[in-house]
Nanobody, 115 residues
Framework: QVHLVESGGGLVQAGGSLRLSCAASGSIHSIYTMGWFRQVPGNQREFVASIATVGNTVYADSVKGRFTVSRDNSKDTVYLQMNSLKPEDTAVYYC?????????WGQGTQVTVSS
């Protein structure tokens, strides 16, 4: 069983920055992908960014150049640095950990960007 806990969400003005963190605990394999999705009520959960164990990153086009995903393998923690935030970035952000076909999710953290 893997448990993921996010932190760092909140309210920020457009153009501002936030840093999300997600710490994993429990039965963690040595090789896994971590990352972030986000969801607006009434919409599907959408991919934001991911990072593999060796550091390869993938970003959604909508956040490229503004968001940076990173991880600390010694702490089994993934981060999402969000800069130049826009009102359309407002959503609940969920972190995930994926090993082979198994995906574990955090409980989500609200990010609200005011215009």
């Amino acid at each position: 069983q893997v448990h993921l806990v996010e932190s760092g969400g909140g309210l920020v003005q457009a153009g501002g920055s936030l840093r999300l963190s997600c710490a994993a605990s429990g039965s963690i394999h040595s090789i896994y992908t971590m990352g972030w999705f986000r969801q607006v009520p009434g919409n599907q959960r959408e991919f934001v960014a991911s990072i593999a164990t060796v550091g390869n990153t993938v970003y959604a086009d909508s956040v490229k150049g503004r968001f940076t995903v990173s991880r600390d393998n010694s702490k089994d923690t993934v981060y999402l640095q969000m800069n130049s935030l826009k009102p359309e970035d407002t959503a609940v952000y969920y972190c995930y950990m994926r090993f082979l076909l198994t995906t574990n999710w955090g409980q989500g953290t609200q990010v609200t960007v005011s215009s």
